[in-house]
C-alpha cells in the first residue's frame, strides 16, 4: 500500500511512501493520476476540491482550501489554509 485514506468522508490521502508525479493510484476504483511529486506523510487530494471547500482528513475538517485543487494534486500550505489559523470559526 502507497497511500491510506482514513476516512470515508475524507477528500485526501496520505502518502505512505514517496509518490512521484505521473503515478496512477485507484481510490474506490477510481484511477487518479498524480499531478504533482507527493512526499512520503503528506496529503494529496482524491477528488477535486473548490476553492473555499473543507479540506477533511480522519473524517474531521482540517482546513479549507484557498484555490481550486484537482484530484492527485499535493494538498499543502500552498493551497490549504489551516483551520489552526483562524480560518475556521
Same mark, same amino acid.
Given at each position: 500500500?502507497?497511500? $491510506? !485514506?482514513?476516512?470515508?468522508?475524507?477528500n485526501?490521502?496520505?502518502?505512505?511512501?514517496?509518490?512521484?508525479k505521473?503515478?496512477? $493510484? $485507484?481510490?474506490?476504483?477510481?484511477?487518479?493520476?498524480?499531478?504533482?511529486?507527493?512526499?512520503?506523510?503528506?496529503?494529496?487530494?482524491?477528488?477535486?476540491?473548490?476553492?473555499?471547500?473543507?479540506i477533511?482528513?480522519?473524517?474531521?475538517?482540517?482546513?479549507? *482550501?484557498?484555490?481550486? !485543487?484537482? *484530484?492527485?494534486?499535493?494538498?499543502?500550505?500552498?493551497?490549504?489554509?489551516?483551520?489552526?489559523?483562524? *480560518?475556521?470559526?
Amino acid at each position: 500500500m502507497k497511500f $491510506v !485514506i482514513m476516512n470515508r468522508k475524507d477528500n485526501v490521502a496520505t502518502a505512505i511512501v514517496p509518490l512521484k508525479k505521473g503515478e496512477k $493510484v $485507484v481510490v474506490g476504483g477510481r484511477e487518479i493520476i498524480l499531478l504533482e511529486d507527493i512526499p512520503q506523510g503528506h496529503k494529496f487530494a482524491i477528488q477535486d476540491i473548490n476553492a473555499g471547500d473543507f479540506i477533511i482528513k480522519y473524517g474531521e475538517i482540517i482546513g479549507i *482550501a484557498t484555490r481550486n !485543487i484537482k *484530484a492527485g494534486e499535493y494538498v499543502h500550505i500552498h493551497n490549504v489554509r489551516s483551520r489552526y489559523q483562524g *480560518a475556521m470559526k
